[in-house]
């Protein structure tokens, strides 16, 4: 074998070497059906890293249905179908472009594992109650859409914010709520395991979007007429870390910030 030839076949096994490790990373790559994604960490989002990080045309890559907020915290973010709504402070709901940027969302591709018809009188917290009996164990994420009318529906959204970004405590004491009566709509939104307290929403972080798609929000409340509820069963975690010159590069996410958690929900 000529020196020439053994540098060429030595060439070819490191080619074989390199593209073997990209079909590995393949395994947690966009395209993953059962995998929750996040973009940063609910924590960051508190601590008021609002900057969008994330452009959505990379974001839907890894799903066709989630929800979070946008650049600036302008707004509630819900994807539904493959398509990004952004329910803004004046409680419309805007169609978003692929080159706006996200600080804070989660997408998963959503497929049903199981289907269960809404008792009609339903409220939220019976809804929880009701769904937590149900669901096989708590130490799983589940993507979460119900489907159908609501005689009562109640919302937020988030005005947008200019830097110095207050922490998002702050600004959920100003609030913008909106109220629904008879109306039809989706509730897309996930269920996250209690061991990821600091990174997404631990239980219930659902938001609605109305059936002719004009309105909607982060949940609050609601009371179901004729609804039914699906659920995907999501086995697999990853998260897409802000990069280099970000603010979440200098943000102290030592901190224990629970309290605040519980309270920008409500
Ligand atoms: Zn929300």
Redesign the pocket.
């Known amino acids: 074998m000529s020196k020439y030839q053994y540098c060429l076949l030595s060439l070819l096994a490191l080619l074989l070497v390199f593209t073997g490790c990209s079909a590995d990373n393949s395994l947690i790559d966009a395209g993953e059906r059962d995998t929750l994604v996040q973009v940063s960490t609910f924590d960051a989002l508190l601590a008021g890293n609002y900057d969008g990080v994330t452009e959505m045309g990379d974001l839907r890559k890894y799903g066709d249905f989630g929800?979070g907020t946008l650049d600036g915290l302008d707004g509630?973010l819900i994807v539904l179908d493959g398509k990004f709504y952004d329910v803004r402070a004046d409680g419309v709901a805007y169609a978003v472009t692929d080159t706006t940027t996200t600080p804070f969302a989660s997408v998963t591709f959503f497929d049903i594992d199981r289907e269960e018809t809404l008792a009609s009188g339903l409220s939220f917290a019976d809804f929880q109650t009701m769904l937590d009996k149900m669901l096989p164990t708590d130490n799983l994420f589940y993507a979460i859409k119900i489907e159908g009318t609501f005689s009562y529906v109640k919302t937020r959204s988030v005005p947008a914010q200019e830097k110095p970004y207050p922490p998002l405590a702050e600004v959920t004491q100003n609030q913008p709520t909106f109220e629904f009566h008879d109306i039809s709509g989706t509730i897309v939104g996930f269920r996250c395991p209690p061991y990821v307290t600091g990174i997404n929403v631990t239980g219930y972080?659902l938001?609605f979007l109305t059936a002719d798609k004009q309105a909607g929000g982060?949940l609050l409340d609601f009371t179901v007429a004729h609804a039914k509820v699906m659920v995907d069963n999501t086995y697999q975690f990853l998260m897409l870390l802000p990069g280099e010159g970000s603010d979440f590069y200098k943000e102290d996410l030592s901190v224990d910030r629970q309290g605040e958690a519980e309270q920008v929900e409500k």
């Open positions: 929800i509630e972080h938001h982060h």
